[in-house]
């Protein structure tokens, strides 16, 4: 039983392994394939982009397994940058979870989920949600959508774990489905992916927007202080969870390449739609929007219930607002965080380019990401071989790691010379959090933090 103020051990596997699909499984398949074929020029090379960035995720989640069963605690990557590197790099790695991580992801999965529907119902909801004021009605939809999530995920872990398990099922259901009729309806070809064109961009910038689509593969970890056995649940559903969703992504970019020819490729288009309408008809592209705003939905009830765990433990630790760490003796959630986080997506909600906005997401996550994977070999050094019993050791330790540090490294400081933008304001974001945590010790605004360092 959890004491007044805890978080309750209450998730499953099935519930954690869920919060990973549909964490993962979002916007990013039924859009970013768009860009990647058109930055690559070929359709196999996209394929590939995708194959890799399926690899990296999969490194990311077995490192991530041995962090989250050494410290299985909420708060994911703020807890193993703190206990690892310090205080100011758990906070940094909070402050981006917050503004960008969930916050500006919610908010682009949230208007992206309001056109899927527009067009479903033939609904133009570019129209102003009140005459003279510059909102429009899908972002209206939008900010409703994501305060009611935040409303459901504020009664508790279990109903919030049932609620992904029924929506993984019926996304993962409905893909496989997919897959299988429209490979057999014989109407594609695939000249659309042996065909080359000229690239619009490069490989490294297509792995930054991969990158987009598989995040989510560590969600299990920001709900660490929830799960039951730990160390059994967790390397289970951060791995499990991102093999099956890798191999439902290599699947659905093979059917898009087979239903779509190569001249229509081009970055603006819903691809998910296009695909199922030269595959099934208008009503196979109207069932297919069906799934994929059921599929987005799923990703945002994931972000708006694994976020706010960050900020939790962060309020814990003094390093965040107070209130952020209350918890419910009853629903043992951190409702205020839920709230929080719902009211910086909702203002979010108007976003800027969507290309754009993906690689500074991508390139963000990618940071913190790139540094939690590399403490495993600091923490590695500092536990003897008695420590480790009972721990998830990264297989394939200490190339594991080295590839996904590698590819993460060279793929965001090559992104820096092709989109220097998005990506400068990724790093611009990593600096105001160093810098804003600096200024609030010394102000006095921040409290030392309590969470017990890693032993020497």
């Known amino acids: 039983m959890a004491g007044k103020g805890q978080l309750h051990r209450h998730l499953g596997g099935w519930g954690a392994a869920a919060f990973v699909v549909t964490n993962m499984i979002g916007t990013g398949i039924f859009t970013v394939p768009a860009f990647v074929r058109a930055s690559t020029g070929s359709g196999w090379a996209a394929l590939g982009i995708w194959a890799l960035g399926g690899g990296l995720a999969l490194c990311g989640a077995l490192c991530y397994a041995e962090l989250s069963t050494r410290m299985p605690e909420a708060g994911g990557e703020y807890q193993?940058?703190?206990?690892?590197?310090?205080?100011?790099?758990?906070?940094?790695?909070?402050w981006i979870s917050f503004f960008v991580g969930f916050s500006a992801a919610i908010a682009a999965s949230s208007l992206a989920a309001t056109a899927y529907a527009a067009s479903l119902f033939g609904w133009n909801g570019n129209q102003p949600l009140v005459e003279g004021l510059a909102v429009t009605q899908s972002a209206g939809l939008a900010a409703i959508l994501i305060l009611a999530l935040a409303a459901f995920h504020s009664f508790g872990v279990r109903p919030s774990g049932r609620l992904q398990t029924v929506l993984a099922g019926t996304v993962v259901g409905s893909i496989v489905l997919l897959l299988a009729v429209g490979f057999l309806t014989g109407k594609g070809s695939w000249e659309g992916a042996?065909?080359?064109?000229?690239?619009?961009?490069?490989?490294?910038?297509?792995?930054?927007?991969?990158?987009?689509?598989?995040?989510?593969?560590?969600?299990?970890?920001?709900?660490?202080?929830?799960?039951?056995?730990?160390?059994?649940?967790?390397?289970?559903?951060?791995?499990?969870?991102?093999?099956?969703?890798?191999?439902?992504?290599?699947?659905?970019?093979?059917?898009?390449?087979y239903a779509v020819p190569a001249a229509e490729w081009t970055p603006t288009i819903a691809i998910g739609r296009v695909a199922a309408e030269r595959l099934f008809g208008p009503a196979g592209g109207a069932a297919t929007s069906v799934l994929v705003t059921i599929t987005i939905l799923g990703s945002i009830s994931a972000m708006t219930a694994a976020g706010p765990r960050v900020y939790y433990a962060m309020a814990r630790d003094g390093v965040a607002p107070t209130v952020f760490g209350r918890v419910g003796e009853r629903r043992g959630v951190p409702?205020?965080?839920?709230?929080?986080?719902?009211?910086?997506?909702?203002?979010?909600?108007?976003?800027?380019?969507?290309?754009?906005?993906?690689?500074?997401?991508?390139?963000?996550?990618?940071?913190?990401?790139?540094?939690?994977?590399?403490?495993?070999?600091?923490?590695?050094?500092?536990?003897?071989?008695?420590?480790?019993?009972?721990?998830?050791?990264?297989?394939?330790?200490?190339?594991?790691?080295?590839?996904?540090?590698?590819?993460?490294?060279?793929?965001?400081?090559?992104?820096?010379?092709?989109?220097?933008?998005?990506?400068?304001?990724?790093?611009?974001?990593?600096?105001?959090?160093?810098?804003?945590?600096?200024?609030?010790?010394?102000?006095?605004?921040?409290?030392?933090?309590?969470?017990?360092?890693?032993?020497?």
């Open 335 to 456: 409702s205020v965080s839920i709230v929080a986080q719902a009211g910086i997506a909702v203002l979010l909600v108007l976003t800027g380019e969507f290309e754009t906005l993906l690689i500074y997401i991508g390139a963000s996550l990618s940071l913190i990401a790139a540094l939690t994977v590399s403490g495993v070999w600091v923490i590695s050094r500092r536990t003897s071989r008695a420590q480790r019993d009972g721990i998830f050791l990264t297989p394939g330790y200490p190339v594991t790691p080295a590839i996904f540090l590698g590819l993460e490294v060279v793929a965001i400081l090559l992104a820096l010379w092709e989109r220097p933008r998005p990506t400068m304001a990724a790093l611009a974001t990593v600096l105001a959090g160093i810098l804003f945590y600096g200024l609030a010790r010394r102000m006095g605004w921040l409290e030392p933090p309590t969470t017990a360092a890693l032993p020497d």
């Open 80 to 94: 193993y940058l703190t206990r690892i590197f310090g205080p100011v790099w758990g906070f940094v790695s909070g």
């Open 194 to 257: 042996m065909a080359g064109g000229a690239p619009t961009g490069v490989w490294w910038v297509a792995l930054i927007q991969v990158s987009f689509a598989y995040s989510g593969w560590n969600a299990a970890a920001y709900l660490a202080g929830e799960v039951r056995d730990p160390g059994r649940t967790l390397p289970r559903a951060l791995v499990g969870g991102t093999v099956a969703v890798c191999l439902l992504y290599l699947g659905l970019n093979l059917l898009f390449l």
